[in-house]
């Protein structure tokens, strides 16, 4: 068999994407089919798990067919079958489980039960097939995981070799976009909303508190999110319609801030010869700013549709398992709150 290019099926249900894509080599998009719910949930301003389960049950089957569609190739025509196991939500992630499972049983093919970060990371190596290939990540790689559930630095010294320094101790950045987001009336998801209403604000309009944290790797942004209520209960006080763009504005940079010097302090520290951002929070503009305009270290930041979930990632991280021979039994189970390796 040619290791190099071999055929994935990646399969990822974590939250509220079905997704399914065909990855070759381990870098080459032939196909990656989305199906989001972010409509549905919207109206509740968050994820609701038991609809998400719903709605993977509906659409899983189809996605995995239009992926093969589209890839022009079959199932027989793969090397493996890579599935999130975990985290997320353990009614979401058994739907793509168990479908992976049904698929492998069926084919006889290898599977791989892929983590959900892990995914994030191995963005960076993608890329569209008929493309020009972007620069592969060179090691020791900083990478900056941050996303509605996680924030973390991880110190990768070779292929699904991960060294976590530290993460949040409270709310992830991407959960505290959503809140602030609720805070100042703004729609679900509150990324992309605050982004929007920062445009025309001021970033220097308030001075919020950024949490450094010394002597460790690690983030807080509980601080900041009450530091925003307190201001925007200051602010309802008067007669005047609250400054929303300034808010936003304001809230972005501090979080802008935190996540950019403590990666850089950190790169600098382990000297690295390069840092990835990747999650759905590093489709922030500013925060992709603030990392490509440095000349310190060379930045892999995956493009925008490889940010939010997605199962070419998870195609991808399943490719470096399976050339490492590291590969599942059926046995295997979700795991909602499965750490980095």
């Known amino acids: 068999m040619d290791h190099k290019n071999a055929r994935i099926l990646g399969i990822e249900s974590s939250c509220d994407e079905t997704a399914a894509a065909v990855i070759i ?24 798990p038991e609809l998400a389960s719903r709605e993977h049950v509906k659409a899983i089957y189809t996605v995995v067919e239009e992926a093969l569609q589209q890839s022009h190739l079959s199932l027989i025509d793969m090397d493996a079958i890579a599935v999130t196991r975990g985290p997320g939500l353990a009614g ?3 739907i793509g489980v168990n479908l992976a499972k049904a698929l492998a049983l069926a084919s006889g093919l290898p599977i791989i039960g892929v983590n959900h970060l892990e995914g994030h990371i191995y ?32 110190l990768m010294n070779d292929h699904l070799k991960y060294q976590r320094l530290g993460g949040t101790l409270d709310d992830a950045a991407g959960e505290a976009f959503d809140k602030v987001a609720r805070l100042l009336g703004l729609s679900y998801p509150g990324g992309p909303s605050i982004q929007e209403a920062a445009h025309s604000g001021n970033p220097k309009a308030y001075d919020f508190p950024r949490a450094r944290l010394k002597d ?5 942004f509980s601080g900041l999110k009450t530091a925003v209520l307190r201001k ?7 007669s005047r319609p609250l400054p929303v763009a300034d808010l936003a504005a304001s809230f972005q940079a501090a979080i802008v801030d935190a996540l950019f010097d403590k990666t850089m302090s950190a790169a600098e ?21 603030a990392f490509m305009t440095q000349d310190q270290f060379p930045v892999h930041i995956p493009p925008l549709s490889l940010c939010t979930d997605n199962a070419a990632m998870i195609a991808s991280a399943g490719y470096y398992h ?16 499965w750490p980095l390796p």
Request: aromatic share 10%.
């Open 269 to 289: 520290e382990f000297e690295v010869k390069g840092i990835l951002v990747a999650g759905g929070v590093s489709a922030n503009q500013s925060l992709r700013k």
């Open 232 to 238: 925007v209960q200051d602010l309802q006080q008067s």
């Open 92 to 94: 979401s992630l058994v």
């Open 25 to 48: 080599g381990g870098r080459v998009i032939e196909s990656s089919i989305i199906a989001s719910q972010i409509d549905l949930h919207a109206r509740f301003g968050g994820v609701f």
């Open 123 to 154: 963005s960076a190596w993608l890329y569209q097939s008929g493309t020009t290939p972007p620069p592969e990540p060179q090691f020791p790689l900083l990478a900056l995981l941050v996303s509605g559930g996680h924030s973390e630095l991880v």
């Open 216 to 220: 460790t790797w690690n983030f807080s």
């Open 322 to 337: 399976f050339i490492n021979k590291d590969l599942d039994d059926f046995a295997f189970d979700v795991q909602p709150t």
